[in-house]
Each structure stands twice: as C-alpha cells, then as structure tokens.
C-alpha cells in the first residue's frame, strides 16, 4: 500500500517562502499516481490546494495559491514538492499530500493520506 510522508512545514514570516515535499516509501512508486496537496486551517474543511498529473504535465491549482505555489515532481527521487512562497497569514495549515484524481482535486477521490506538516506564517 502507497504510504505518503509530507515534510518542509515551519514557521515564516508573511512573504516568506517555504518547500513542501511529499515522499513515498521506497518500495512504491510515486511516479503512477497524480499526486495532490491539500490544507486544512483549525475549523475549516479541508481543501486541495494544487494537484500533479502522473506524468508531471498537467498541474492545477486553486485560485487562492495561483502564482505564488509551483508544484513539481522527481519520480526519480519519488518525490512531489510543493513550492510556497509570498506567503500570507491564511496559509496557515496542515498541509497534506495523498494519490488521486487530478480533476478537480475533490479530497473524496484522493486516498493514501499522509500525516501532513504545519505550515504558520505569522510575523
């Protein structure tokens, strides 16, 4: 079974930037699956936040992260990033990587959850 690790959460400043990764364990490999980030703010729903075809050529990305986050994928590494940056307050949240269905990044058609990372960006 696919075992995700999210890694590269901390505490930034507003405006800051911060990389995300999203491993997989060594015996699966990541390169067959889309890939997608989601967050999740205390009291909020979880919500994706940008998503990675298998192949690395289609990418999607909510409007609220649109030209401030890149997601990337090395399948050679087996590994999905994350690239943050200009960051604000409200995206502060648990940030969480799971294999899905690209589409429209609905977190019902995504499974094999990691245990996600904190982001806070607080001055």
């Known amino acids: 079974q696919l075992q995700l690790v999210e890694s590269g959460g901390g505490l930034v400043q507003p405006g800051g930037s911060l990389r995300l990764s999203c491993a997989a364990s060594?015996?699966?490999?990541?390169?067959?699956?889309?890939i997608g980030w989601f967050r999740q703010a205390p009291g909020k729903e979880r919500e994706g936040v940008s998503c990675i075809s298998s192949s690395g050529d289609s990418t999607n990305y909510a409007d609220s992260v649109k030209g401030r986050f890149t997601i990337s994928r090395d399948n050679a590494k087996n590994t999905v990033y994350l690239q943050m940056n200009s960051l604000k307050p409200e995206d502060t949240a648990v940030y969480y990587c799971?294999?899905?269905?690209?589409?429209?990044?609905?977190?019902?058609?995504?499974?094999?959850w990691g245990q996600g990372t904190q982001v806070t960006v607080s001055s």
């Open positions: 799971a294999a899905g269905v690209c589409r429209a990044m609905i977190v019902g058609e995504f499974g094999s």
């Open positions: 060594r015996f699966r490999r990541l390169r067959v699956y889309d």
